[in-house]
């Protein structure tokens, strides 16, 4: 994706979120370099478990992964920095198989140095970034190597930011992109107690409150808008009915908010909201469900001794075949 075509999509979405009744914003906009470096640090904060969780499974499992995948090149979509993924790129690594990396993400200056270090680390190895939304510019992954089987990773419980008719659209998607002897690597945040859910989601430091009002600078800096972001309250909390957590940004007072390079000009009452992400959380049935819908087939699910988070091996439905 050029830098033309993400500021187009990044205008698209603003105009038709922040023009509803209920505003809202997709979370991919949330990253851009100081997102991204804002989610790392979210990463080492005490109450945020998934990472470390989704890492740990990974250093238990990823021998065992390579093993029954036979794996030599790896596809991650929102990789990020790729400081999980390295776990897995060693285990492919070790077992001799690893030929190449393609790393996908929204942010150019996240890619560039993730690819540029990359390289250094693993020399031999074909290391390939793309910058582009990972929603509509999956026909820019490369061909894989013929008779190399190919893993395509999208972890971190990112699936769970997507509606659930978007989600199993994507995973659809994602499926038609799966050879005979590839497979999809899902990270699924699971169902748990209430309280553990949302201390992840609004940490004691505040990391993640500056992260969620990151997105309005970067309205700001790539639209020409003048949001005053210290007038706008981080909230998360727990839907029970959806099992998902909802991110928001609560107006502090009444406020009028122009973005210049839309023409728009957008009115906040006192306490009105703009949701900035849904992260939903699943129980082994519901990833069932969603998998079968896309047309997918679940075939090993590797959870942590607690229960809190879980990485899934999925195939093509040997009724699509």
Request: charged residues 30%.
């Amino acid at each position: 994706m050029s830098q033309s075509a993400a500021a187009a999509t990044l205008a698209d979405d603003v105009l038709d979120g922040l023009t509803r009744p209920f505003k809202e914003l997709p979370p991919k906009h949330l990253y851009d370099e100081r997102g991204s470096q804002l989610f790392d640090e979210i990463c080492e904060q005490p109450e945020y478990y998934p990472t470390r969780t989704e890492r740990a499974i990974l250093r238990a499992r990823s021998a065992e992964i390579v093993a029954a995948t036979g794996a030599g090149e790896l596809v991650e979509l929102g990789s990020g920095t790729a400081a999980k993924t390295r776990v897995l790129l060693d285990a492919m690594r070790d077992a001799g198989t690893l030929r190449r990396y393609v790393a996908f993400d929204v942010d150019e200056s996240v890619v560039t140095p993730c690819v540029e270090a990359l390289e250094l680390e693993y020399p031999g190895v074909e290391i390939v970034g793309i910058v582009g939304d990972f929603e509509s510019d999956q026909d820019r992954i490369p061909a894989p190597h013929p008779g190399v089987p190919r893993v395509v990773a999208f972890l971190g419980g990112t699936i769970g930011n997507f509606l659930p008719g978007a989600r199993r659209a994507f995973l659809r998607g994602l499926g038609s992109t799966l050879g005979p002897d590839d497979v999809l690597l899902l990270g699924t945040d699971l169902v748990k107690d209430v309280d553990t859910l949302e201390a992840a989601y609004d940490d004691a430091a505040g990391v993640t409150a500056e992260f969620n009002r990151n997105v309005l600078r970067v309205l700001n800096a790539r639209l020409g808008a003048d949001f005053d972001p210290e007038l706008f309250d981080h909230v998360a909390f727990f839907d029970p009915h959806h099992e998902w957590i909802e991110m928001r940004l609560r107006a502090r007072r009444a406020c009028s908010v122009r973005v210049g390079d839309l023409d728009l000009d957008v009115e906040f009452t006192r306490g009105e909201e703009i949701r900035t992400e849904i992260s939903a959380k699943f129980t082994r049935e519901r990833l069932a469900a969603d998998l079968e819908a896309a047309g997918l087939e679940l075939a090993e699910l590797y959870t942590d001794p607690a229960g809190l988070f879980a990485l899934s091996l999925t195939r093509r439905s040997r009724a699509r075949d």
